[in-house]
């Protein structure tokens, strides 16, 4: 197809939009406030909100320790050939009520047959991070900025004249603080690097100027006995310890923010930069840097979202995507024993789950749109991560679970004229 022609075609395309075209067609997505309420915008110019998939992907998961995939051992029987299969799966997405492929979507899809899609970089995981170990970044070594400036470089500006691209990610579910990872705040993991390294140098620079160089008020204050600003603790109990891990924390998240927004809109001005895929809810600094985002993303395995969302635009200012959610069902016959999100007793709760929470994360003005975790049941054997759950719109032999597909389109359909009717 013609880009030109892709490009005024899109809103078409797309299930989930309002009819009239309310802003102009400028060729790409984007987001826009309308009386009082945040919507991306298709490149035709019309109204939507990003009802996405994450992980559409032909091979699935492997089961842990293996090179098995069962999706794939099933589809690949299922399907002539790898085309058909992506013939066949965005006809049922689209179907379904969605518009975006989401996370980790294998590329082969990206822009097929017109369907929107979204790009994750992990740009601080592949500087050095470890999301699933809690291990942060340096954003101060120049390994990270050199990192995001080559990934732009060399993935976002072969995309930057396409109209299907919505969008990128620079990471997934960054560790911000004290979570399931871990205990130290981000002042203390900086302090526990290694002592040449950039991070380490940049906070004793830190606490040397707060304190203007002095080691005795510094001990004062943090209530340690340090024999020097390179030998302080990583780790205190007063309240001037948890100030200035507090401020800390917001100068790392503002370079992280900046140097991904900087790197990302300088190799492609025409696309949104998504944020950093928050796991839940993180410090408020960090909320405040991820203003540099055009939209902040959120994964929020809850039952209502709206409490985090309204949270983090209060914060943020920016509208909010949430980027994973999902309800796991007891009676799917898988173990349900890893993997986050609520557990519900069958397909029947799980349904309704989603009713509820489509509809209450779009009677929020600054709720831009939800991608559903994830498109096929993982092994029951376990993933990479030993994660074994009931998270598929389709099971392993890729068969839609139709009372909870069913009741999806509706729900997807619903949320769209929720937030519609907060204009009016």
């Known amino acids: 197809m013609n880009r030109k022609f892709a490009a005024l075609a ?23 406030q309308k009386a009082g309420v945040w919507w991306f915008v298709t490149p035709s110019g019309q109204l939507t909100l990003s009802a996405g998939v994450d992980n559409v992907s032909y091979r699935g998961d492997e089961i842990h320790g293996t090179s ?42 990206w822009g097929r047959d017109g369907m929107p899609y979204t790009v994750i970089l992990d740009i601080a995981t592949r500087s050095g991070a470890n999301w699933l170990k809690g291990i942060p970044v340096d954003v101060y070594s120049p390994r990270f900025e050199a990192t995001a400036r080559k990934i732009a470089q060399t993935e976002c500006a072969p995309h930057a004249h396409d109209p299907d691209l919505v969008g990128y990610f620079s990471d997934n579910e960054l560790r911000w603080g004290p979570d399931w990872r871990g205990k130290q705040n981000m002042l203390a993991m900086y302090l526990d690097l290694p002592s040449n390294s950039p991070g380490r140098q940049h906070a004793i620079e830190f606490l040397k100027k707060k304190y203007s160089g002095s080691i005795q008020r510094f001990n004062h204050a943090w209530g340690v006995h340090a024999a020097s600003f390179a030998a302080v603790p990583a780790e205190a109990s007063t309240a ?45 600094p960090v909320l405040r840097a991820s203003h540099a985002a055009d939209v902040v993303s959120v994964d929020i395995y809850r039952f209502d979202p709206r409490p985090m969302v309204k949270h983090i635009y209060e914060l943020a200012r920016r509208p909010v995507l949430v980027a994973e959610f999902a309800f796991r069902a007891e ?19 799980r349904t309704g789950a989603y009713q509820n929470y489509v509809t209450w994360l779009e009677s929020l003005p600054e709720a831009v749109g939800f991608h559903w975790f994830e498109w096929c049941d993982e092994p029951r054997e376990g993933r990479f991560d030993g994660e074994n759950s009931n998270y598929g719109l389709v099971n392993i032999k890729d068969q839609p679970y139709q009372q909870f597909v069913t009741a999806v389109k509706a729900a997807n359909s619903d949320a769209l004229s929720v937030h519609h009717k907060l204009m009016k």
């Not at 075209?21 to 790409?28: K, N």
């Not at 009676?331 to 709760?349: C, E, F, I, M």
Request: hydrophobic share 40%; proline share 8%.
């Open 10 to 32: 899109l809103g078409a395309i797309c299930l989930l939009f309002i009819t009239p075209q309310l802003f102009g067609a400028e060729g790409y997505f984007r987001v826009e």
């Open 331 to 349: 009676d799917s016959g898988l173990p349900n024993t890893r993997g986050a999100g609520p557990k519900v007793p069958d397909q029947a709760a």
């Open 68 to 109: 098995v995939h069962p999706y794939l051992q099933n589809v690949s029987k299922l399907y002539p050939s790898k085309a058909a299969w992506a013939e066949t799966e965005l006809k049922r997405i689209r179907s379904w009520g969605f518009n975006t492929l989401g996370s980790w979507t294998d590329p082969f899809l």
């Open 240 to 284: 001037a310890y948890q100030a200035d891990s507090s401020e800390f924390l917001g100068m790392v998240a503002r370079r992280y923010f900046e140097v991904c927004a900087h790197s990302i809109h300088a190799a492609d001005p025409n696309h949104l930069y998504l944020g950093a895929k928050f796991a839940g809810l993180p410090p408020d």
